[in-house]
């Protein structure tokens, strides 16, 4: 599976930036975001089952991002909204070949996109 993200920039904190996840190539069961910041370790930030019945949300991006998914376009986006500095980060797009929990461990991701650069700053 090949996936390839974009949407990334610079924004104003309070502001709302929208990331998109294209994949291609294969299957999947599960496909969501993750986020590096400088001198951090990669986090799970969103998640949702290639259904959509299912998602889940770090604590600090809940109700602030959401997650649409499109199985006939085969996308994914990452909306989100009311950005804070702290969510700047490289955003990574990824899948999982399985199904199983939501909370992915970055370890265990079986396929990734490039990142793109999101930058909230004034």
């Known amino acids: 599976v090949q996936l390839q993200a974009s949407g990334g920039g610079l924004v104003q904190p309070g502001g709302s930036l929208r990331l998109s996840c294209a994949a291609s190539?294969?299957?999947?069961?599960?496909i969501g975001w993750f986020r590096q910041a400088p001198g951090k370790d990669r986090e799970l930030v969103a998640f949702?089952?290639?259904?959509?019945?299912?998602?889940t949300f770090a604590e600090s991006v809940q109700g602030r991002f959401t997650i649409p998914r499109s199985n006939a376009k085969n996308t994914v986006a990452l909306q989100m909204n009311s950005l804070k500095p702290e969510d700047t980060a490289i955003y990574f797009c990824?899948?999982?070949?399985?199904?199983?929990?939501?909370?992915?461990?970055?370890?265990?991701?079986?396929?990734w996109g490039q990142g793109t650069q999101v930058t909230v700053s004034s």
């Open positions: 990824a899948a999982m070949s399985t199904p199983g929990n939501l909370l992915v461990r970055s370890t265990d991701v079986d396929y």
């Open positions: 949702i089952t290639r259904s959509g019945s299912s998602a």
């Open positions: 190539g294969g299957d999947y069961y599960r």
